[in-house]
Each structure stands twice: as C-alpha cells, then as structure tokens.
C-alpha cells in the first residue's frame, strides 16, 4: 500500500517559518520525482517546490529564496523548509511523487494545513 503522509503543519504568525515533512512508503523513493503543491480556497492546485528529472530544484517565483526542499533517500522522505512566511502563504500543502518519467503513477498525500496568520 502506497503512503504519502504529510505533517508539520499548523498556525504561524507572519515572517516565521515551518518545516514540512513527507514520509513515504510503498515505492521505490528514488524512482520517483518528489514535489510541494498547495492549494488555496477558491484556487487550483500550484507547485511549490519540486525536484526535476536532472536532479535540480525548481520553486515557484512566489516562494524563490524562502522555502527549500530537500529528501532523504534514506529515510524516504522529502521536507520542504519554509521561511519568511507570508499570509498568501496559506494553503493545504500536498506532497507528491511523480513516476511520469518512468512510465509510473503521480501518487499525492492527504495534505497538511498552513495559516500563516497574526
């Protein structure tokens, strides 16, 4: 049984920071290109922070030099380090693994809940 599941969420004020965390199981980890989505009220799904088939990164202009992601392919995990915080920030934040590339399925968690609020 596949498994993404998310957790590291909850309620910041502005300008602090959360780091989220994905732990998975039930596939090959390093097969698969791992990446953040959030999703806002009223708003389509939009990448965050993703890992590319050549092994770089690529962010969202809105999150460039505030968030990181990161995995650990021993732990088959994937984090996302999220600074500077912003209210516009706020969203439920999925973690996904895309085995497109290799002919496999895009599997997503259940998502975890950041408000960046004062």
């Known amino acids: 049984q596949v498994q993404l599941v998310e957790s590291g969420g909850g309620l910041v004020q502005p300008g602090g920071s959360l780091r989220l965390s994905c732990a998975v199981s039930?596939?090959?980890?390093?097969?698969?290109?791992m990446g953040w989505y959030r999703q806002s009220p009223g708003k389509q799904r939009e990448s965050v922070a993703r890992f590319m088939g050549n092994g770089g990164t690529n962010y969202a202009d809105s999150v460039k030099g505030r968030f990181t992601i990161s995995r650990d392919n021993a732990k088959n995990t994937v984090y996302l380090q999220m600074n500077s915080l912003k209210p516009e920030d706020t969203a439920v934040y999925y973690c996904?693994?895309?085995?497109?590339?290799?002919?496999?399925?895009?599997?997503w968690g259940q998502g975890t809940q950041v408000t960046v609020s004062s």
């Open positions: 039930g596939i090959a980890f390093r097969l698969y290109g």
């Open positions: 996904s693994a895309d085995g497109s590339t290799r002919g496999l399925r895009t599997y």
